[in-house]
């Protein structure tokens, strides 16, 4: 009874679902968790010691500057026991760092170069601006793991609101919440880019060798031991619909059955650079400041021998610690900007550089998100959606013919209580305290496009983007095919997130029913429109706003990931993609990352042009 009276909170009204299923006590739980049957992944018997009691080492420790644990004091002289030159002006308030490549950011790409520029003998510093979490941290608990590893606490959208964007905000970055899937840049995709944008390197021997490289120190596995309740679903569906299903490798192991991955792998089986390239690249003398954000790239003016404008010598940041006032000046022979494709356009612009592709170009990738519910009585689906492995299984919606490009992809998410709360569509206090009851037998699957349209970085948090025509009707076909494959697996009902609640029920329906439910399945316009009804798109892959380009008119970098417009400046992140991959990007970055640090490490063998003092 006292579940139920507590319950009664979900009534008032949307936004209070995620606030109250967010919310929780001093021990880590939330007395709405037991009336949903939401139970979080088990915590250890004991609890973590406090830091301080912590003998064992972590695996960054040798390398890791923590400013949030610093003040203007120690932080300069902890700098040079890590092995850098410091000069530390009180008198300016600033604290002149030297190395040989500074790198900012440490996801998908900075983790790569870092491990590479510092196996060729460079000093690397790493900022980064989010802290550092291991296994033994994480708690699965959704209210702190978003706040402490995602951009904007998981909260950051499109100006018109009409889609959700995640991305990784710490020592790993994307990489340390992502959701393991490892897939190789398709052919066609390397064919395209290779022909059609002039970038010859996809088409390569030196590019399909970065590919095998990420795999093998990523520990990529190509089975799974046993499937969650959501990737059970999307395969059974579609074998019985007569579908094609692949299975999805994971930089973990075959046995790997974590389902709170996006909140940070607590048995650290996920392989991210936090764990890979950046131990790496601490072993062979790389230093990470974490708890630091870069404000401005050094420019000054370039010589005519490099034919740039300008040419970058280091990067202006600053802890956001507010026990440390000093501004850090971080210089460099090399600066690598690997900070996303949401953040690159901002350090660029906002440091002077005016590449007209310097924020436009922005690929999301967008999804759309269906349901099932399947009732527990289902003999061989056992289990709650937000069990197992995360995404071990996947479908590609056929294109118009033989050899055509896929129009979608459908995978499974991690789908918290909190965030199925907030994507389920209000229609009143009952009908979602109903859906919140069901949640952990209501199984998710998403429509995932190669999106031709694209969007543009206006700012830090300031996305603009539209679905391109093609994108809604590619992405409408994916839902219509999810919601089909719900269906032939045994879901009792079906439906969208359309605001109005739209949604079948299975049991004892024709097929000209289900047809005629399809029928009225769209992709409409986000919750700022005017339109009757509308649905929320969601994406985690940010791609192509600094994007690679034969030319200055082409792209923000050349084939080397050297800015058009100053010498000495790099782009290793997603942003500089030639566009979208149509598939999970984590394995294309990295390897782009690999082939463009390689290529930094040769120049700088050849030696660039030195520094001015």
């Not at 839902?479 to 089909?484: D, F, K, N, Q, V």
Request: aromatic share 6%.
């Amino acid at each position: 009874m006292h579940d139920v009276f507590l319950f009664e909170a979900f009534s008032f009204f949307p936004c209070c679902v995620r606030v109250l299923a967010l919310q929780t006590d001093e021990n880590s739980k939330n007395p709405h968790w037991r009336a949903i049957g939401y139970s979080p992944p088990p915590a250890d018997d004991e609890p973590a010691p406090a830091e301080s009691e912590r003998p064992e080492k972590r695996p960054l420790d040798d390398g890791i500057v923590e400013t949030n644990k610093e003040n203007d004091a120690s932080l300069p002289a902890l700098l040079a026991e890590k092995g850098l030159r410091v000069a530390d002006d009180a008198a300016r308030n600033v604290c002149r760092v030297e190395c040989d490549v500074v790198i900012v950011g440490s996801g998908c790409g900075g983790g790569v170069a870092a491990a590479v520029l510092a196996a060729a003998g460079h000093k690397v510093v790493v900022i980064e601006k989010g802290n550092y979490f291991t296994a033994r941290d994480y708690t699965a608990i959704e209210a702190p793991s978003m706040e402490h590893l995602y951009e904007g606490g998981g909260f950051v959208s499109t100006l018109s609101a009409s889609a959700l964007l995640l991305a990784g905000s710490t020592v790993g970055g994307g990489t340390a919440v992502n959701w393991s899937a490892c897939i190789k840049t398709p052919d066609d995709v390397r064919g395209e880019w290779a022909r059609d944008r002039g970038l010859p390197l996809f088409a390569t021997g030196e590019y399909a060798a970065a590919m095998d490289k990420v795999f093998e120190r990523l520990g990529v596995t190509a089975g799974c031991a046993e499937e969650g309740l959501q990737n059970k679903v999307l395969r059974k569906g579609c074998e019985r619909l007569g579908y094609k299903v692949e299975s999805v490798s994971r930089n973990s192991s075959e046995g790997h059955y974590c389902g709170s991955c996006g909140y940070g792998c607590r048995t650290g089986d996920k392989r991210g650079t936090d764990s890979t390239w950046l131990v790496d690249a601490v072993s062979r003398g790389a230093v990470i400041l974490t708890g630091c954000k870069a404000e401005k790239l050094l420019l000054e003016p370039g010589s005519a021998a490099d034919g740039r404008a300008k040419r970058c010598v280091g990067v202006v940041a600053r802890s956001t610690n507010p026990a440390i006032t000093r501004t850090l000046e971080v210089t460099a022979r090399v600066t690598v900007s690997a900070c996303g494709s949401l953040l690159t356009p901002v350090l660029l612009r906002g440091s002077g550089l005016r590449n007209r592709h310097i924020g436009k170009n922005l690929h999301l990738h967008p999804t759309a998100l269906v349901w099932g519910y399947f009732p527990d009585t289902v003999p061989d689906l056992r289990g709650r959606m937000y069990e197992g492995g995360i995404i071990t299984s996947l479908h590609k919606v056929e294109g118009g013919g033989p050899g055509a490009p896929a129009r979608a992809i459908l995978e499974a998410p991690a789908m918290g209580l909190a965030g199925a709360g907030t994507q389920f569509p209000w229609v009143s206090g009952r009908d979602m305290k109903e859906r919140m009851l069901r949640y952990g037998r209501t199984v998710h699957l998403f429509s995932m496009v190669r999106d031709r349209g694209s969007g543009t970085v206006h700012g830090e948090r300031r996305v603009a983007y539209h679905l391109d025509a093609t994108d809604r009707e590619n992405m409408r076909d994916g839902m219509r095919r999810a919601l089909r494959v719900l269906a032939a697996a045994g879901a009792a009902e079906i439906g969208t997130h359309r605001s109005d609640g739209q949604r079948f029920a299975c049991g004892g329906a024709t097929e000209a029913a289900l047809e005629e439910f399809l029928d009225g399945v769209d992709v409409v316009r986000g919750p700022q429109s005017k339109a009757e009804a509308w649905t929320l798109c969601c994406t985690a892959h940010q791609m192509g706003s600094c994007r690679m380009g034969a030319t200055a008119r082409d792209g923000a970098v050349d084939a080397r990931g050297e800015s058009w417009e100053a010498g000495s400046l790099y782009v290793c992140d997603g942003s500089v993609l030639p566009g979208a991959v149509g598939v999970n990007p984590m394995v294309t970055i990295q390897s782009v990352a690999y082939c463009l640090a390689t290529g930094i490490a040769e120049s700088l063998r050849r030696g660039p042009v030195s520094r001015k003092d």
